[in-house]
C-alpha cells in the first residue's frame, strides 16, 4: 500500500539516521525528493531473493525482517532493520540479484529511491560516494563483530548484547517504573534464538536465568529491561 506522504515521526526517523544525518542538506533533499512511500502490513513481502535489484530502500516505521529459507524450507531471520537504516544499495554495484527475502515486522513504512534516480544522484553529489563507502565499512565492521562474538562469548553474553541492541533501536520508558525500559519490537523466542545462532530452548533457558536474578521481565507483550546496569555487565562477561 503507497502514501505519498511520511508522517512527522516517520520523517525524523529518516532525518536522525546515523548515517543519513552525517550527509550533506543538498544530498539529504536530492534523496527524499526523489524517494517515494511504501506501507506494509505485517508479513507483507518488501523484496524477495533473486529479484533484480529495482529499489535504494529505507526502514520510516516499524522494522524489515530479512531472512533466509533453509534447505527444509523453514525461514530463518538473519537481521531487523530499524527506523533509520538503509539497505539495498548493494546490488546496484555489483549488479546481482537480491540475495535475501525482507518481510515487514509488524505495520512497516518504506522510502524508497527507483534505480534511476538513485544513479541520477550519484552522478550530482559525488558526496554519495564516500557516504556509501563508510556505510559499506560500517556494515562490514559489524559483520566481523558478530562473527568474533559468535565464537568466543558464551550465549549470555551475546544474549544481553543483542538485547541491548534492540533497547536502542526499540527501547520505550515503562510508564509504570521509570527505571525500566520495555522493548516494543515484538520477537517470538525462535526468533531472537536465530538471531543469536542458537536453540529456543537455549535461548529460554537463559531468559528465564536473567529474569530470576531481576535482569529482566518476561511479559506476554515482550520483554522487559528492568535492570540496564547488569544487562550492560552480563554484556561484558567472557565467562
Avoid at 96 to 121: L, M, N, P, S
Avoid at 178 to 183: A, F
Avoid at 197 to 211: F, H, I, T
Amino acid at each position: 500500500m503507497n502514501e505519498p506522504i511520511l508522517t512527522i515521526e516517520e520523517r525524523e526517523a529518516i532525518n536522525s539516521g546515523r548515517w543519513f544525518s552525517s550527509l550533506s542538506p543538498s544530498l539529504r533533499h536530492d534523496i527524499l525528493r526523489c524517494s517515494y512511500v511504501k506501507r506494509f502490513k505485517d508479513g507483507a513481502l518488501i523484496a524477495a531473493r533473486g529479484d533484480a535489484p529495482e529499489e535504494w530502500i529505507a526502514c520510516a516505521r516499524g522494522a524489515v525482517r530479512v531472512s533466509s529459507t533453509s534447505i527444509s524450507g523453514k525461514q530463518i531471520t538473519l537481521t531487523y532493520v530499524e527506523p533509520g537504516i538503509w539497505f539495498g544499495d548493494v546490488a546496484f554495484f555489483d549488479g546481482e540479484q537480491r540475495t535475501h527475502d525482507a518481510y515487514a515486522h509488524g505495520d512497516t513504512t518504506t522510502v524508497c529511491v527507483a534505480r534511476g534516480d538513485f544513479k541520477k544522484i550519484l552522478s550530482q553529489h559525488v558526496e554519495l560516494y564516500d557516504a556509501l563507502l563508510r556505510l559499506h565499512s560500517r556494515r562490514i565492521r559489524v559483520l566481523f563483530g558478530l562473527v568474533e562474538d559468535l565464537n568466543t562469548l558464551p550465549l549470555r553474553a551475546r544474549l544481553a548484547k543483542q538485547l541491548l541492541h534492540l533497547v536502542r533501536s526499540y527501547g520505550v520508558p515503562s510508564l509504570a517504573n521509570g527505571d525500566e525500559i520495555r522493548i516494543s519490537l515484538q520477537l517470538a523466542q525462535e526468533e531472537l534464538a536465530q538471531l543469536l545462532g542458537a536453540s529456543r530452548q537455549r535461548v529460554n533457558q537463559e531468559l528465564k536465568g536473567m529474569e530470576r536474578e531481576g535482569t529482566i521481565r518476561i511479559e506476554p507483550a515482550g520483554l522487559v529491561i528492568c535492570d540496564r546496569p547488569a544487562l550492560m555487565h552480563a554484556a561484558e562477561s567472557a565467562v
